[in-house]
T-cell receptor
């Protein structure tokens, strides 16, 4: 059983469109992080959310942590080809964390010029 | 020091051979992690160190795997008697111990292919 479920698994959209990807769990997480990974490279940290209901913005990317700290979403506005990549959510299960990160299976995003 | 580095980036070996990978973390980070990632999956935790102490090992880390961080700086991951199932991307990450937040920064990974 996957602790963190990401949806959709694959998403292919035209440049300029908006999109939202989701990260869901039945477990509480003390914090949750979003990474972007390109082929053959390690994941690059985009953002960390800690407080339930927290919203963080990174240029055209908006990240939200669910009120109950069990889920998160990533919204991209006016997607660009440079947004193409594998988006991974990862978190520390439990109210106080436990050092190691549990990763979702990822959403593979392709932006078509 | 601009980030986590790993060496080599790619390793091709024959089944039964031993391989060793190196990870150099961000210099002020006291925590170092090893993960394994197979195609189509997210990274899976293998083990982590706080300074030189290895504090947790996953059940994924069989007896053929050993990791060290002798001086609390760089770390090595050795796989003995490699098997085809060991083929994967091995990722290293480091973090600075902070209350409530565990922001881990990853290296570029070592891609292992066992023939």
């Amino acid at each position: 059983t996957q602790l963190l479920e990401q949806s959709p698994q694959f998403l292919s959209i035209q440049e300029g469109e908006n999109l939202t990807v989701y990260c869901n769990s039945s477990s509480v997480f003390s914090s949750l992080q979003w990474y972007r990974q390109e082929p053959g490279e390690g994941p690059v940290l985009l953002v960390t959310v800690v407080t339930g209901g927290e919203v963080k913005k990174l240029k055209r990317l908006t990240f939200q942590f669910g009120d109950a700290r069990k889920d998160s979403s990533l919204h991209i506005t006016a997607a660009q080809p440079g947004d193409t990549g594998l988006y991974l959510c990862a978190g520390e299960p439990g109210h106080f964390g436990n050092e190691k990160l549990t990763f979702g299976t990822g959403t593979r995003l392709t932006i078509i010029p | 020091d601009t980030g986590v580095s790993q060496d080599p980036r790619h390793k091709i070996t024959k089944r039964g051979q031993n391989v060793t990978f190196r990870c150099d973390p961000i210099s002020e980070h006291n925590r170092l992690y090893w993960y394994r990632q197979t195609l189509g999956q997210g990274p899976e935790f293998l083990t982590y160190f706080q300074n030189e102490a290895q504090l947790e090992k996953s059940r994924l880390l069989s007896d053929r795997f050993s990791a060290e961080r002798p001086k609390g700086s760089f770390s090595t991951l050795e796989i003995q008697h490699t098997e085809q199932g060991d083929s994967a991307m091995y990722l290293c990450a480091s973090s600075l111990e902070q209350r409530n937040i565990n922001e881990q920064f990853f290296g570029p990974g070592t891609r292992l292919t066992v023939l």
